[in-house]
């Protein structure tokens, strides 16, 4: 008998309700806080039980919902131009023919196109947040890998152990390094020299293992995974021009740009508003270069701005668990009680542990922004109260999120990947356990030495 998974916004209501329980049986306490940096941080062992309390009425897990939305504007909002900017430079098939450009260059020498095709995937996902995006390549890659050889499970590798390392070393991801960062109290894309070193030894693990892999099947065609559910038709990309070029380009200048404006050299003091004013020049920019009429850009814009609008839904309630915590008062007892086990085992153990609790969460909201708004009000606290700073622990959620959407079932794009391509779950799960495993390992010892570096 198969059990359904939930949907995740039912997950997040059922832990809505499960946060207001913990409020009637928990008691109410507080820690005391001070101001480090501009943002506020709890004082280790200033821990204290509220007494006289009033609790939470049952009106208020609905009332909660529409605070935390607007609590949540700032990101939600940022979430929509994002959607609404790609899709619009989606529209004019620029990054289409780029990976389309690139498969065909390199479409008959298999090593290479490992490699490049996985460092793209990856790339994408560093640096845009892409994921849905590749779905249409799916096709593409299955033909490519069939004619030369090689299996079905050859080109999903190449795909979805590429994109899964770019989420879980990535360096500016609007999606998840930016929001997590942002409910932390960090500074955007602050931290990201450390992440850059990480992403090209997470990357090549990932690579020899995919890479080791294609070479077997080279040898070995009979021992490969060969789906044929007749929906492997041959994709048609666009060839790529001077225009397509221009756009790539000034895409790059745009991400660029936002690092400059955040960083503290710059001066500009950019944040969530400016950010999401590059995008959208960025979009109109586009526009008038791709000569794309208005209506169809406001089109464009609008569907991906819509794509979106389920994870704007699944970060207001996510926002709505941590809002019940903190009005009930038990917040800080969470983080009393949870601490205590990782204080005494010091600040290397104490970020693989979160980086565990990381993983083991990813199953339940595998959304990764929304992801960010349950765990990390959690997560920072802990962190400040067993010397692991707020970085790391932004670190050990990206890690457990991305790492981790390689394997869960609840991952909706991973799902959709393999469903197009025709390959049962179980046997996905066969492939990849393997160098989960290695990166699991890997992403502990890289959170212990950002321990022992002081990784701020």
Not at 147 to 153: G, I, N, V
Not at 276 to 292: H, K, R
Not at 349 to 356: E, S
Not at 358 to 377: L, M, R, Y
């Amino acid at each position: 008998m198969r059990i359904k998974m939930p949907h995740t916004l039912v997950l997040l209501f059922s832990m809505m309700i499960c946060a207001q329980i913990l409020t009637y049986i928990l008691p109410a306490g507080t820690f005391s806080t001070t101001e480090i940096d501009g943002r506020e941080v709890i004082i280790s062992g200033t821990y204290q039980i509220i007494k006289e309390s009033e609790k939470l009425s049952l009106w208020s897990i609905f009332t909660v919902l529409p605070r935390a939305f607007a609590d949540s504007q700032a990101i939600i909002f940022f979430i929509f131009i994002i959607g609404g900017s790609l899709a619009v430079i989606k529209s004019t098939g620029a990054i289409d023919a780029a990976i389309g450009k690139m498969l065909e260059v390199f479409g008959t020498r298999p090593s290479i196109l490992v490699f490049l095709c996985m460092f793209i995937f990856a790339a994408g996902s560093a640096s845009l947040g892409m994921a849905e995006e590749y779905l249409p390549f799916v096709p593409l890659l299955i033909t490519l890998c069939l004619a030369l050889r090689l299996d079905t499970m050859s080109a999903i590798g190449i795909m979805v152990v590429g994109y899964g390392t770019g989420y879980g070393v990535a360096m500016i991801n609007p999606f998840t390094v930016m929001i997590a960062q942002g409910v932390a109290g960090l500074k955007p894309v602050s931290g990201w020299w450390y992440r850059l070193v990480l992403f090209l030894p997470f990357f090549m693990v990932g690579w020899w293992y995919v890479h080791r892999y294609v070479q077997q099947i080279i040898k070995n065609p009979e021992k490969g995974y060969y789906a044929q559910n007749g929906r492997q038709e041959e994709v048609v990309y666009p060839l790529i021009n001077r225009r397509h070029k221009i756009i790539l380009w000034l895409t790059l200048l745009a991400l660029i740009l936002i690092v400059y404006g955040i960083s503290d050299f710059s001066g500009w003091h950019w944040y969530i508003t400016e950010l999401g004013a590059v995008f959208m020049a960025l979009a109109l920019i586009v526009i008038l270069i791709a000569g794309i009429n208005p209506n169809k850009a406001a089109i464009s814009f609008a569907e991906g701005a819509t794509e979106l609008a389920s994870t704007a839904l699944l970060i207001g309630f996510a926002r709505s668990i941590a809002l019940i915590l903190e009005d009930g008062m038990v917040l800080h007892t969470i983080i009393h009680y949870a601490s205590i086990p990782l204080q005494k085992t010091g600040p290397e153990v104490a970020a693989v542990g979160m980086y565990a609790i990381q993983s083991i969460f990813n199953f339940f909201v595998p959304s990764g922004s929304g992801q960010a708004f349950v765990t990390i009000p959690l997560l920072a606290p802990i962190g400040d109260l067993t010397g692991v700073s707020r970085q790391i622990v932004v670190l050990a959620y990206q890690f457990g999120d991305g790492f981790t959407n390689m394997i869960v079932p609840t991952n909706a794009v991973l799902m959709g990947i393999l469903g197009i391509a025709g390959i049962p779950y179980d046997k996905w799960f066969r492939f990849i356990l393997p160098v989960m495993i290695r990166f699991w390992l890997l992403g502990s010892l890289a959170l212990m030495v950002a321990v022992w570096i002081g990784y701020n």
